[in-house]
């Protein structure tokens, strides 16, 4: 094969398909579904992109449904006043193995907040069910977008967006409902990537890229430190 007949097939063909491949979300399925095998056997002995699958002919329809949302958690006791319950294949909803999505409810104590965060592998809808809350995101011209939102109302997170909910009453907790399109989305807390990592970031750079000194630093790092 010629010179220019590569160049044209990779123009047209696998650079096409490699742009796709890399933009895609999680992989799509050969089969209706693919339930997790949770049990001790079936996670043990490969590491597999998601769970390994029960064979589908003992599928249950249980297996497609949870209650882990159902239930509120207490957020006021958390340092931002907020809790997430995620679902997962592996511990509350195995039918969705391979699906490539979860659901998350956001219990928001009155004045609670969820710090500014990012999903690297999912893009995310929210949905507010009681209460108000202030959502917003940031893109990567650092151009803001923010919304009040009730209940009723949804808000969309651009997939790795940093991006925050704050619960604007103070007097009343507020829940929200989210979806996304990763069975494991990934969450990174901005001020836990910055102060709590493991070993710590060289203070000199945390002083530099913010502008502070080394007490601010050691500060801020142990009011972190309960969260």
Same mark, same amino acid.
């Given at each position: %094969?010629?010179?220019?007949?590569?160049?044209?097939?990779?123009?047209?063909?696998? !650079?096409? !398909?490699?742009?796709?491949?890399? @933009? /895609?979300?999680? &992989?799509?399925?050969?089969?209706?579904?693919?339930?997790?095998?949770?049990?001790?056997?079936?996670?043990?002995?490969? +590491?597999?992109?998601? #769970?390994? @699958?029960?064979? &589908?002919?003992?599928?249950?329809?249980?297996?497609?449904?949870?209650?882990?949302?159902?239930? &509120?958690?207490?957020?006021?006791?958390? *340092?931002?006043?907020?809790?997430?319950?995620?679902?997962?294949?592996?511990? /509350?909803?195995?039918?969705?193995?391979?699906?490539? =999505?979860? %659901?998350?409810?956001?219990?928001?104590?009155?004045?609670? %907040?969820?710090? *500014? +965060?990012? +999903? *690297?592998?999912?893009?995310?809808?929210?949905?507010?069910?009681?209460? /108000?809350?202030?959502?917003?995101?940031?893109?990567? /011209?650092?151009?803001?977008?923010?919304? =009040? !939102?009730?209940?009723?109302?949804?808000?969309?997170?651009?997939?790795?967006?940093?991006?925050? #909910?704050?619960? %604007?009453?103070?007097?009343? *907790?507020?829940?929200?409902?989210?979806? !996304?399109?990763?069975?494991? &989305?990934?969450?990174?807390?901005?001020?836990?990537?910055?102060?709590?990592?493991?070993?710590? #970031?060289?203070?000199?750079? #945390? $002083? $530099?890229?913010? $502008?502070?000194?080394?007490?601010?630093?050691?500060?801020?790092?142990?009011?972190?430190?309960?969260?």
């Amino acid at each position: %094969m010629g010179a220019a007949a590569r160049a044209t097939l990779i123009n047209r063909f696998l !650079l096409p !398909l490699l742009f796709a491949t890399l @933009c /895609s979300s999680d &992989p799509d399925l050969l089969l209706d579904y693919c339930v997790a095998d949770t049990t001790p056997a079936g996670s043990s002995a490969f +590491h597999f992109n998601g #769970l390994a @699958c029960i064979d &589908p002919a003992a599928a249950r329809a249980d297996h497609f449904a949870t209650s882990a949302l159902s239930r &509120p958690t207490s957020p006021a006791a958390t *340092p931002f006043g907020f809790s997430a319950t995620l679902t997962s294949p592996a511990s /509350s909803l195995p039918g969705a193995n391979a699906q490539g =999505l979860a %659901m998350a409810r956001v219990d928001l104590a009155p004045g609670g %907040m969820a710090p *500014p +965060h990012s +999903h *690297p592998r999912a893009s995310e809808v929210a949905l507010v069910l009681a209460g /108000s809350v202030l959502v917003g995101f940031a893109d990567t /011209s650092y151009r803001l977008y923010t919304q =009040l !939102l009730r209940a009723g109302e949804a808000f969309v997170f651009p997939r790795a967006m940093v991006h925050f #909910l704050y619960n %604007m009453d103070t007097a009343a *907790p507020a829940v929200v409902l989210s979806g !996304l399109n990763s069975q494991s &989305p990934g969450a990174q807390v901005v001020p836990f990537s910055a102060f709590r990592t493991e070993p710590r #970031l060289p203070e000199e750079v #945390l $002083k $530099k890229a913010f $502008k502070i000194t080394g007490q601010d630093v050691q500060r801020i790092q142990r009011n972190l430190a309960g969260s």
